[in-house]
């Protein structure tokens, strides 16, 4: 579903803040795969999120969607094969819209053409159906600018909008990190529920190594611009906290920047 062949990324290259954030990544990810990827401040998690959803173009190597070779591919072109949600709950929506008017920015990406239903009854009550899924009451509100919403129903009216046009990959940057434990936890929760239920191919960067253990059936380690430890099934099932650090440090040899990751 997803390849990632010898992708090289390096910023500001031939100065002297030349900074090598990519360094030779090879990943390939099977229909339906949802992996969490883990690493300390810098690796190069988001830089890698940027180069799959088209932000950022690499420097060597290809980056395929479905058998389809995407590496030169803007991002809005590539925007109905990739559903994204970032850490900033102001980011995946527009503030000054209802909900429902950003629903039908969502759905006019969508690339089934018979999800393009203009305005009308019929594209209102598909949307309450899928506001329902959220339990979140927000199918009341559809006409409720999304700047009243608090963080925690924002991140999931993103989570459903990044998802509900069917994309063939879900890219989640920490998209738990800002909220209260809580609302992180209920955010957590429709995440585990959307991709069981639509078996979309996911890759989640959290900083939470719990959350990290306990979702997906692949869990992948950067560090330094490289794909440092890619764990699955019944190895990522049986995966500590403590079993994680001390491989990071058996690799690398020194002692992971353990706060940041192990709190989030
Ligand atoms: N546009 C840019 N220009 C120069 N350097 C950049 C740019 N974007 C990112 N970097 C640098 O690349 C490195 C990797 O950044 P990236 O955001 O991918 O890290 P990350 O693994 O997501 O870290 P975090 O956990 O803090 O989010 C960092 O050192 C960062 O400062
Ligand atoms: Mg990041």
Request: charged letters at 25%.
């Amino acid at each position: 579903m997803l390849e990632l062949n010898h992708i090289s990324l390096t910023f500001n290259e031939d100065t002297s803040d030349e900074k090598k954030v990519l360094k030779d990544i090879n990943l390939r990810l099977e229909k339906g795969d949802f992996v969490t990827v883990i690493g300390s401040n810098g690796a190069g998690k988001s830089t890698l999120m940027n180069v799959i959803s088209g932000a950022l173009y690499p420097d060597l190597g290809q980056v395929k969607i479905n058998h389809k070779q995407v590496t030169g591919l803007p991002e809005y072109k590539r925007s109905q094969y990739i559903g994204r949600v970032f850490q900033d709950p102001m980011a995946g929506t527009s503030p000054t819209m209802t909900i429902e008017e950003n629903l039908a920015i969502a759905y006019s990406r969508a690339k089934k053409r018979s999800l393009k239903l203009g305005v009308n009854k019929k594209r209102r009550e598909l949307f309450e159906q899928a506001l329902e899924t959220l339990n979140l009451g927000l199918e009341k509100r559809l006409n409720v600018k999304v700047g009243l919403l608090s963080g925690g129903e924002r991140q999931a009216l993103s989570l459903l909008m990044a998802t509900f046009t069917d994309p063939d990959i879900l890219l989640l940057d920490e998209h738990t990190a800002a909220l209260d434990p809580a609302r992180a936890e209920l955010i957590t929760q429709l995440t585990r529920d959307v991709v069981q239920s639509t078996d979309l191919t996911t890759l989640m960067v959290t900083h939470n190594m719990q959350q990290a253990l306990d979702l997906g059936n692949r869990l992948i380690m950067m560090d330094k611009g490289q794909i440092i430890l890619d764990i699955s099934g019944t190895e990522k099932k049986a995966l500590t906290i403590d079993k994680l650090l001390y491989e990071f440090q058996r690799i690398r040899g020194e002692k992971l920047d353990s706060d940041r990751a192990v709190l989030g």
